[in-house]
């Protein structure tokens, strides 16, 4: 079962167990969140401590995600190929071809990156080991509060979160 807590990022102190299994931790795993408020966005990035097992596991990206991750960036191209060309064929009016060029271009880029972020950021962690999932999915940042500089962090590790709130 999974527990979410409020913390203040500036004092965001994690105790040095491991975060999946609290075995003594040695290095640190980044969870990053970008959100986006009217015209502003905060990247959110969190370092939560990892035993060099569960580290490696959280780092390590299988054949199959990988091949996801290049047939995302391969779909992204051809999409925006394909959006930019129909929007230039079947442009109406009087445009000059470079005004034609530079929208078409800009439509293209824009579905490009579309398509490559979501294949990339929803279907290519399908592809994950189990393992790399635990620990990846170890503690999710679920929402922010930029002016209080508060964020919402879930852990899946009850006890971790326990041990944290004690300030061992």
Not at 16 to 36: D, K, N, R, W
Not at 49 to 65: D, G
Not at 109 to 135: M, N, T
Request: charged residues 20%.
């Amino acid at each position: 079962m999974s527990k979410s807590i409020d913390v203040q990022l500036s004092q965001l102190n994690f105790p040095l167990t491991c975060v999946v299994c609290m075995s003594p931790a040695s290095q640190h795993f980044g969870v990053e969140q970008i959100y986006t408020y009217g015209r502003k966005s905060y990247t959110v990035k969190v370092h939560v401590p990892m035993c060099e097992a569960h580290h490696a596991a959280a780092s390590f990206k299988r054949t199959a995600e990988k091949l996801v991750g290049s047939l995302a960036v391969i779909g992204g191209i051809i999409a925006g190929l394909v959006a930019m060309f129909i929007l230039i064929l079947r442009w109406i009016g009087d445009g000059s071809l470079i005004l034609k060029l530079f929208v078409g271009g800009i439509v293209g880029f824009g579905i490009f990156v579309l398509v490559w972020w979501i294949i990339d950021s929803f279907v290519a962690p399908r592809f994950a080991a189990r393992e790399s999932k635990e620990a990846r999915n170890a503690v999710k940042i679920t929402q922010i509060w930029p002016r209080e500089q508060f964020a919402r962090l879930k852990f899946e590790n009850e006890q971790w979160v326990e041990m944290m709130q004690k300030g061992t």
